[in-house]
């Protein structure tokens, strides 16, 4: 690999909303500054500039680019692979507050969690992949191309009975808090918090795709809920944590908003009782995006 410092410049622009996505990707080069992110350094190896590029391409409002030249489309790295049959989609969109979506690979047919922004390129990328059977929302706040990637992968789209409004052609509606079986493997489990119809999907003792309930904190190096974007209710939330921690393990943190992380799974059990307990003693806060240090 080319030690030596690249050509391209990078810079944010304006556009930027502050979704944190650049900083999970690229947190050596690209840093929160005023409310938004801003590069901090530029990169100086080949390998950096991947990382930028990697955070170029997930951006939902494409801030991020070489000041110089325009984004080269043949160097688009997503959909990312992150574990064997696990992708993160990247292309990151605003419509959804910028939030991550993955790719699972499955026997029985593959599944979209969340989803990234609407394009029928993007589409075929991830459909190259192989089949994909079900798109799964997380929750209302990513409900925005569910049904125009489930059309287009003949899929069919989930949702909570809660969040339905977001939603209201839903091929399955999940009802009540108790799991659900998706696919061999696969289960959702409801978890009312964050929205009222919030979900958190697990498949295979492995990843646990959390939506925006909680998520990985490179400020805490552990798992958190954000508080002061808990839309429904941080009491709900944390009855719902209590309910369900019991029941589940798994080694991967697949959030929405907030840093993706591996443990071993007698690890990430500890960290999630231990969340439990903090959840336990939080009270209601004002909605504040500003407040929030992922």
């Known amino acids: 690999m080319n030690s030596q410092p690249t050509a391209a410049v990078w810079d944010i622009d304006q556009r930027c909303t502050n979704c944190d996505v650049a900083r999970q990707l690229a947190p050596d080069l690209i840093s929160e ?3 938004r992110s801003v590069v901090t350094r530029q990169p100086r190896t080949d390998a950096e500039e991947a990382t930028m590029l990697t955070a170029a391409f997930a951006c939902p409002t494409r801030s991020i680019r070489p000041i110089s030249r325009d984004l080269d489309a043949t160097l688009d790295p997503f959909p990312l692979p992150l574990d064997e049959g696990l992708y993160f989609c990247g292309h990151n969109s605003r419509q959804t507050a910028g939030a991550n979506s993955y790719l699972l690979e499955r026997p029985s047919g593959n599944l979209m969690i969340d989803t990234p922004r609407w394009s029928e390129p993007l589409a075929t ?6 089949p994909v059977t079900e798109v ?7 409900a925005a191309h569910g ?3 489930a059309d287009r992968f003949g899929a069919r789209l989930w949702i909570h009975e809660g969040d339905l ?4 052609d839903a091929d399955v509606v999940i009802r009540g808090i108790e799991p659900i079986e998706i696919a061999k493997g696969v289960i959702a489990h409801p978890l ?4 009222e119809g919030s979900v958190r999907y697990l498949a295979d003792d492995r990843y646990c795709f959390s939506g925006d309930s909680f998520y990985w904190s490179r400020t805490t190096s552990d798992v958190e809920v954000a508080e002061n974007v808990t839309w429904y ?3 709900e939330l944390a009855a719902s944590l209590a309910r369900t921690a019991p029941r589940i393990r798994f080694e991967w943190v697949l959030p929405g908003h907030g840093d993706r992380h591996r443990l071993a799974a007698d690890k990430m059990t500890e960290r999630l009782q231990n969340l439990v307990e903090r959840t336990r003693k939080m009270s209601p806060q ?6 929030m240090r992922w």
């Open 33 to 35: 500054v005023d409310g």
């Open 125 to 130: 990328k991830y459909a190259a992949l192989g």
């Open 136 to 142: 799964l929302l997380t929750h209302r706040d990513h």
């Open 147 to 149: 049904r125009r990637y």
């Open 165 to 168: 409004d977001a939603a209201p």
């Open 192 to 195: 009312p918090g964050h929205t």
């Open 233 to 235: 209710s941080i009491t």
């Open 286 to 291: 004002p909605i504040d995006f500003t407040a």
